[in-house]
């Protein structure tokens, strides 16, 4: 079973900066060929998406909230995916989780993610 392990979350005041990393592990073949995204959940909302990556990183996608601000990458000898994430206003405030599925494209909806981390909290402070 794909194992997925976030970390990097916390409190920051409005304005600063976190990087979440996200951590891949027990591949069914190599994990650099699985497609990566984050997405996050506050209470009593579907969870969002928020930014995914190609397995090559040649292609990127973000919700349009976070676009200029939020940087998703992956450093595939490492099996890696981070989430750079600057000028964080308080609406960012959620619990991020990482995603992995096995197909082609980056997707945009939970239902086409096939593996999910535990999450981890972000709190953006006003």
């Known amino acids: 079973q794909v194992q997925l392990a976030e970390s990097g979350g916390g409190l920051v005041q409005a304005g600063g900066s976190l990087r979440l990393s996200c951590t891949i592990s027990r591949c069914m073949f190599t994990c650099n060929r699985y497609i990566m995204g984050w997405f996050r959940q506050v209470p009593g909302k579907e969870r969002e998406f928020v930014a995914g990556?190609?397995?090559?990183?040649?292609?990127?996608k973000y919700v349009d909230s976070v676009k200029g601000r939020f940087t998703i990458s992956r450093d595939n000898p490492k099996n890696t995916l981070y989430l750079q994430m600057n000028s964080l206003k308080p609406e960012d405030t959620a619990v991020y989780y990482c995603a992995a599925r096995s197909r082609a494209e980056v997707g945009t909806t939970p239902r086409e993610y096939d593996y999910w981390g535990q999450g981890t909290q972000v709190t953006v402070s006003s």
């Open positions: 990556i190609l397995w090559n990183a040649s292609t990127s």
